[in-house]
């Protein structure tokens, strides 16, 4: 049953500090309400959020404030959590995240971009574009724009660009004008059970698709046939038997040109400023979108240009510096989210076309036991693709240990021989010993990757490397 939103003074999320869930937080805080909730550590975004004026805490048993109209949690919480049960026994109205969501897109135009990997990226290029052409729209994303340093942003304009979360199948809850499938690789094996029902999830939510809607898709994706809508289009970044596809790519300074054709039309000499061809391939449907919609060629072409990505997605920390001469080339940091196999050989073999001579370390914390249990051999092969690999131990997230499954598993099946195991202490204390020597001549590639807490170490190994510079 749909949740009505009307007459809602003070909403109360337990796992405030999600990505998703803080993008509904912020978007109760835009319409005056008293926001409030509860996670288990402090990080960067829930400091953020408190800066905002939302009250957040990190006990989940104490203090649960009481005048709350609506409470809201991400199905990431495990089973009996202590504030869940507490409002659940005290029958207030409690919902996931997507029922909100549902709820709040009932009314708009809806951009829903889903997809294993690449949504967040595509989602986010999207609501730029949308927002830098002055069309307007409102935006719930997976991360955080570094053009706005926010994952939500508000309009006027009754439109919405929303990433579609496929975990916990909450995006068969949406309702999409436009629909973006990126990808439907295995993953969430542990909700799914296997790739098939993930597929058949995937085909659900394209067949969610409003009479009359569009259907972007990737080129060649499995299943996408089974999708009834009556406006299809497929993208590939190279492929002109694809609808929309890029041509002319030349590299420059860490970023790209190209031109983009969407069926008749041809839009010339886009700049994209940040790195990896498959991002090339994300700003293609991000562009037929916008396209869909009605903004003019050259609109698009400026907003990509100043496009400046998003947090940890492929974001330079150091960035490439064009090298003087006599100069020493200086090492490159790029902090990345990647925590599928297909996630890292896109980043991977992005930074290998980029960064051709020098070497490439790549420091990786898996995420999850059952998805390094479920993808092991498929880490493995990515990870081969660096010259160095460095490994943390597997981030748990909401899982419990299981027996054999450790950081070794994917180590073992490594097939270069610079790899190492490491805590994050040691990884600090490697970098230390390391920055220094570091060639001077080439330079090196530092990939630091994972949806976990590896995103804490990244200042740190800056630092290290900087004071070595």
């Not at 006990?59 to 659940?88: C, I, K, M, W």
């Not at 690789?185 to 059970?193: M, R, S, V």
């Not at 990505?309 to 090492?331: C, L, M, N, S």
């Not at 081969?384 to 899982?399: F, K, N």
């Amino acid at each position: 049953m749909l949740p009505s939103l009307e007459g809602i003074r003070a909403v109360y999320f337990i796992g405030i500090g999600g990505i998703g869930m803080s993008a509904l937080a912020r978007y109760f805080l835009s319409r005056g309400v008293r926001v409030s909730g509860y996670d288990r550590t402090a990080t960067d975004l829930t400091q953020a959020l408190v800066r905002e004026g939302i009250d957040v805490q990190y006990s989940d048993e104490d203090n649960l404030p009481q005048d709350v109209d609506l409470v809201v949690y991400t199905p990431a919480v495990p089973a009996g959590q202590p504030s869940l049960e507490y409002y659940r026994g005290k029958n207030y109205r409690v919902v996931k995240r997507s029922d909100v969501l549902q709820a709040i897109s009932a009314s708009t135009f809806n951009i829903c971009v889903g997809g294993t990997h690449g949504k967040t990226t595509i989602s986010t290029m999207t609501a730029h574009i949308l927002r830098d052409s002055g069309y307007g729209c409102n935006a719930f994303l997976g991360g955080i724009s570094v053009n706005y340093g926010t994952n939500f942003w508000s309009s006027e304009h009754a439109v919405a660009v929303i990433e579609a979360d496929e975990y916990d199948r909450s995006f068969l809850k949406l309702s999409p004008d436009i629909a973006i499938i990126t990808s439907m690789d295995a993953d969430h094996l542990d909700i799914y059970g296997d790739e098939r029902s993930l597929q058949d999830a995937f085909v659900g939510f394209g067949n969610r698709l409003k009479e009359g809607g569009l259907l972007l898709s990737k080129f060649g994706l499995k299943r996408i046939g089974e999708v009834k809508a009556s406006r299809k289009r497929t993208y590939s970044v190279q492929n002109d038997a694809a609808d929309i596809f890029a041509l002319n790519i030349k590299m420059e300074n860490g970023g790209y040109r190209y031109d983009v054709r969407n069926g008749e039309s041809l839009i010339e000499d886009v700049s994209l400023r940040i790195g990896g061809m498959h991002n090339i391939e994300n700003s293609l449907v991000a562009i037929a979108a916008a396209q869909s919609v009605g903004i003019e060629d050259e609109a698009i072409r400026a907003a990509v240009a100043s496009f400046k990505g998003v947090k940890r997605r492929f974001e330079y920390i150091i960035a490439p510096q064009a090298k003087q001469d006599g100069a020493h080339t200086q090492p490159v940091l790029i902090d990345d989210y990647a925590h599928h196999p297909e996630e890292l050989r896109a980043l991977l073999t992005g930074v290998r076309s980029l960064f051709p001579q020098r070497r490439i370390t790549v420091v990786f914390q898996p995420h999850l036991y059952s998805r390094t249990r479920d993808l092991a051999e498929g880490f493995a092969q990515s990870l081969s693709l660096a010259d160095r690999v460095l490994l943390l131990p597997i981030y748990p997230a909401r899982e419990q240990p299981l027996p054999g499954v450790t950081s070794a598993l994917l180590l073992d099946g490594v097939a270069i021989e610079d790899k190492l195991l490491l805590t994050k202490e040691g990884l600090l204390n490697w970098m230390g010993e390391h920055a220094p020597r570091i060639d001077r001549e080439f330079g090196e590639v530092i990939v630091m990757a994972g949806a976990g807490d590896i995103d804490t170490l990244v200042t740190p190994v800056k630092q290290l490397i900087e004071k070595a510079w």
